[in-house]
């Protein structure tokens, strides 16, 4: 395993501080000295983010096993029991305590998740989630990627007493989940209690979340350094002298510019990036990912106090240990640097544990046959290898873009009689939902293939009577990316296309970049950037997803009918059904077939 650059020394924290400014001579000479703050109480923050459903471990080329839920289960317990074992290291209290903590998306459609839907048994990712022993959880926008009621179900299986603290989510429209408001399970507020001591956690969401996932009727607050600054005021007036942000914000970064506006919070515990923090030294897996920076990073507050931030690089891959010493005021003293870092989940080296049995038992061998299974089922043979890069995907036309664009039309096309809709004529793919960052080389295509490719849980959906100027909208929409040196940069909103052939300038603003818009039979939409008002409306099959508004898709009021068909679902039929088992290099060559073209 590699090793990762120098780190970073904390700086001096708001205590420390106010110590040397009563240090001045005239001060001194007439007070009395001023006693050096002693360690009151040992903190070590264990913490995990985006564990993703990523069930089972990873073997590479030369035997060395890492990720997995069943070590992760293994390597969090250790080091729950490290935490409070021993005699107390060197600038360490006597009263040790250790907190657990997951900074959301703890799972995501796919093919790990799939496998517990027929199984009769417990939702796994929730037999996982409950042996690792979590004292406090937020939710993540992956969270809601089922819909409300599948995070309740998902609530229902989970065994431990975690606290679910959600300080800026709104749950009164959504029956399902306000019932585990009003048993206790979610929370807006909570205080943990460890060895005598109080610890007031806050629990953030992106404001993305419409946007970003499924959550239905859940409301969401934007005011994020508000609500956080109102909690841990409140906790400071009720004593509680110990304040943790758990934050699902999609980017470290975001966490760090909060960071700048917030009072009165001790850490920051991000999730929803999968950034890795690491020093010179820190074991690191085999799984290609960089350093993003130093573990903890540390901006600073409102009120220039150095506040420590974590996260982890997700998937099961690491557990986060931050070990800092609190004074009697609830001062920071010390990050106790030789002991915080993120601990790889592994089979080798100094951090290698071997995997819990239970959890091996109960989940790892059922997903794994389920997902042995899927691979073993082959439905279509490709001759052509299928580009799905995840730059590649959000940025230009790919031959796979096109596979699964069609196979939205295809199923729009097969079901609008039964739905009572309009056949779709035009179909669209955003590609932040084509998700396996890869081609996928010519040969056998698997049913795991298709779960891979197309992983979330998302309906095929027709708007049977869409607007014209909104359909344009939606084209522009996703040709909206921010451009360098004249070329389209990737993002999850560029539209792969079926139905239709798009010419754009990258050159000219975002929402006027079309030139030509023309569809498979002929209709010219829109000519050297004009719409021509040939239609006034045209059907559109796409997912439910970009329907209701998300990936910011100018969709929102426009009436859609929702398939009973997943898009995943929809991909596997239209390989085995509508191409009788080939996907050709004619149909779909390298490079597409010139339906996205850049002027």
């Not at 060197?90 to 040790?96: E, H, S, Y």
């Not at 603290?165 to 205080?191: K, M």
């Not at 708007?463 to 070329?487: Q, R, W, Y």
Request: hydrophobic share 40%; aromatic share 6%; net charge negative.
């Amino acid at each position: 395993m590699s090793s990762a650059p120098t780190r970073r020394a904390l700086a001096v924290t708001a205590a420390a501080a106010t110590l040397l400014a009563c240090a001045a001579p005239a001060a001194a000479s007439a007070a009395k000295p001023v006693k050096s703050p002693k360690p009151d109480f040992t903190l070590t923050v264990l913490h995990a983010n985006d564990l993703e459903s990523a069930l089972l471990p990873t073997t590479t080329d030369d035997g060395v096993t890492y990720g997995g839920a069943d070590r992760f289960v293994e390597l969090i317990q250790q080091q729950q029991k490290a935490a409070t074992t021993g005699k107390p290291g060197p600038g360490q209290a006597g009263k040790r305590g250790e907190l657990t903590i997951s900074a959301g998306d703890i799972f995501l459609p796919g093919a790990q998740l799939a496998a517990s839907e027929e199984s009769g048994e417990p939702i796994y990712d929730a037999t996982a989630f409950s042996a690792a022993g979590f004292d406090v959880s937020i939710f993540g926008n992956h969270d809601f990627d089922q819909n409300p009621d599948f995070l309740a179900q998902w609530l229902g299986d989970v065994t431990s007493d975690t606290a679910f603290v959600s300080g800026n989510l709104g749950f009164e429209a959504e029956p399902s989940l306000l019932a585990y408001v009003e048993d206790g399970t979610i929370v807006t507020t909570h205080v943990e209690k460890i060895k005598g001591e109080q610890v007031g956690i806050i629990g953030l969401t992106t404001p993305d979340l419409p946007r970003l996932s499924s959550s239905r009727n859940v409301t969401v607050d934007p005011d994020l350094a508000g609500i956080a600054n109102a909690q841990a005021a409140a906790y400071a007036e009720a004593g509680v002298d110990k304040v943790v942000l758990v934050s699902h914000l999609q980017d470290i970064d975001n966490e760090l510019a909060l960071a700048a506006e917030l009072s009165g919070i001790d850490i920051i515990v991000g999730g929803g990036g999968h950034e890795l923090l690491a020093d010179e030294g820190d074991p690191l897996l085999p799984n290609g990912s960089t350093v993003y920076g130093s573990y903890p990073l540390t901006p600073t507050d409102a009120d220039g106090d150095v506040v420590p931030v974590v996260t982890t690089n997700a998937l099961y891959g690491y557990v986060g240990r931050l070990v800092v010493t609190f004074d009697k005021a609830g001062e920071i003293l010390t990050v106790h640097d030789d002991l915080s870092r993120a601990i790889p989940v592994t089979s080798v080296g100094p951090d290698a544990v071997d995997p819990d049995p239970t959890v091996r038992e109960q989940v790892i061998r059922p997903v794994e046959g389920y997902v042995e299974a899927l691979a073993e089922e082959i439905v279509a043979e490709s001759e052509v290898p299928l580009n799905g890069i995840r730059n590649d995907v959000r940025s230009r036309e790919t031959n796979l873009g096109n596979l699964v664009a069609d196979a939205l039309l295809a199923a729009g096309q097969r079901e609008a009689e039964a739905a009572g809709v309009t056949a779709p004529v035009v179909a669209l793919q955003n590609g932040g939902g084509i998700r396996n960052a890869s081609v996928l080389p010519t040969g056998d295509l698997s049913a795991l293939d298709t779960y891979t490719v197309l992983p979330f849980a998302n309906f095929v959906a027709v708007a049977p009577a869409m607007p014209v100027e909104t359909f344009i909208a939606g084209v522009e929409h996703g040709l909206s990316g921010a451009v360098k040196d004249g070329v389209l940069q990737p993002a999850g909103s560029f539209a792969q296309a079926a139905g239709y052939s798009v010419t754009y300038d990258a050159d000219q603003p975002a929402g006027s970049r079309i030139v030509d818009l023309v569809l498979d039979d002929g209709t010219v939409l829109v000519e050297d950037g004009v719409p021509t008002g040939a239609l006034e409306t045209i059907s559109v099959a796409t997912i439910d997803f970009l329907l209701r508004g998300s990936d910011g898709y100018p969709f929102d009021g426009v009436d859609f009918t929702v398939l009973p068909v997943t898009y995943q679902q929809a991909f596997q039929t239209y390989l085995e059904v509508d191409l009788g088992g080939t996907v050709t290099a004619e149909q779909y060559p390298v490079g597409g077939q010139g339906r996205i073209v850049a002027v």
